[in-house]
């Protein structure tokens, strides 16, 4: 955290495995999710979130896309998880995202 706003940076990389026609995939490990979650549950506690995701978040559903498309569930997941949680309350999310 900088003062009042809090930076959320995700590993996309070293816990992911790769969706592919059998297998949704999974962006991130179990513990990797509780701990985003749980930082996104506290977000009234600043003036603005941050989220930083080295994948980008747009395009369509693709599986064995290395983006978030290609982890669509998890990408439908954590959305639903936003609307409920950050967006329900002051709305101080930002999130940059590229490759």
Not at 9 to 21: A, R, V
Not at 23 to 40: D, K, N, T, V
Request: proline share 1%; glycine share 6%.
């Amino acid at each position: 955290s900088i003062g009042t706003v809090r930076f959320i940076i995700l590993d996309l990389q070293s816990e992911s495995k790769n969706s592919n026609k059998n297998f949704a995939g999974s962006i991130y490990s179990a513990q990797q999710e509780e701990w985003l979650y749980a930082e996104l549950e506290n977000s009234d506690n600043y003036d603005f979130v941050v989220l930083v995701s080295s994948r980008t978040w747009t395009g369509p559903a693709s599986r064995g896309d290395n983006e978030w498309a290609g982890f669509a569930d998890d990408r439908a997941k954590l959305s639903k998880w936003i609307a409920s949680t950050v967006a329900a309350g002051k709305q101080n999310l930002f999130v940059i995202s590229s490759d």
